[in-house]
């Protein structure tokens, strides 16, 4: 079976260059120094009329933990809502409680406010205290992927996790490795895991076409690149992704 190829996609061009390199899925969000929080509804229709690609929305309210308050689930249903109206093809969320366990209630709550969409669970999954009974959990709840490190700072070093998650889901749900996967390490994470579907980034810096440039103006508070600097997806290393 070819592997699937699912981008994180910071824009709807990012989805352009995702689905030019042959990816067959984009998780399309806005924030993405922050892990990724939900984009705008312009966004995501600019993304779905200039492509065909398969697109899974994240719902995220904001950075940080994935403790949600009543608000911020108020928020979360109010997305999902939009990208039912939108037609998208799945969304991606997780929540858990003060204790690192999944929050079955809420995330149930979700879960049926999404249906037909396609559910994936996000990296929320790899802070969590049991991944093996959280995995368990999901599936109860008709959850159709988990996104996951295998619970390391990277995928490849999340290898013997993900191989037993695989096992252990016997074809029940998806286990998509994700976070650090690259060309140069795709093929020994498929042959160690025996994972179907995988989540990169496959991103380069976008250099701005702007002249006039003002360096000493920072735009956020935790900048990594100068504010004449982008991340884009990049569709050759997407095509790396496939045919490696």
């Not at 079976?1 to 981008?7: K, N, S, Y």
């Not at 997305?79 to 209630?105: H, N, P, R, W, Y």
Request: net charge negative.
């Amino acid at each position: 079976m070819r592997r699937v190829i699912e981008i994180c996609a910071g824009s709807a061009q990012s989805c352009v260059e995702a689905e030019a390199g042959g990816a067959r899925r984009v998780e399309l969000c806005a924030g993405i120094p922050e892990g990724g929080t939900t984009p705008s509804y312009g966004e995501i229709r600019t993304a779905q009329m200039l492509t065909s690609i398969a697109i899974h929305v994240i719902i995220r309210p904001r950075g940080g933990d994935f403790l949600y308050t009543e608000t911020e689930i108020r928020s979360m249903l109010y997305d999902i809502e939009m990208a039912k109206q939108l037609s998208v093809q799945g969304v991606v969320f997780g929540c858990l409680t003060e204790a690192g366990d999944l929050d079955g209630k809420r995330m149930k709550c979700l879960i049926e406010a999404a249906t037909p969409l396609s559910v994936t669970c996000h990296r929320a999954f790899d802070l969590c205290r049991d991944p093996f009974g959280t995995m368990e959990q999901l599936i109860d709840l008709g959850v159709d992927r988990i996104l996951t490190s295998g619970q390391q700072p990277e995928a490849v070093r999340g290898i013997p996790m993900i191989a037993e998650l695989v096992s252990n889901a016997a074809g029940r749900i998806i286990i998509m490795p994700g976070c650090g996967i690259h060309e140069g390490n795709i093929a020994r994470i498929e042959a160690e895991t025996k994972a179907t579907e995988f989540h990169a980034s496959a991103r380069s810096i976008r250099h701005s076409r702007m002249t006039f440039r003002n360096e000493d103006v920072p735009m956020g508070t935790a900048v990594t690149l100068s504010g004449f600097e982008m991340l884009q997806t990049d569709r050759r290393k997407v095509e790396e992704l496939v045919m490696s």
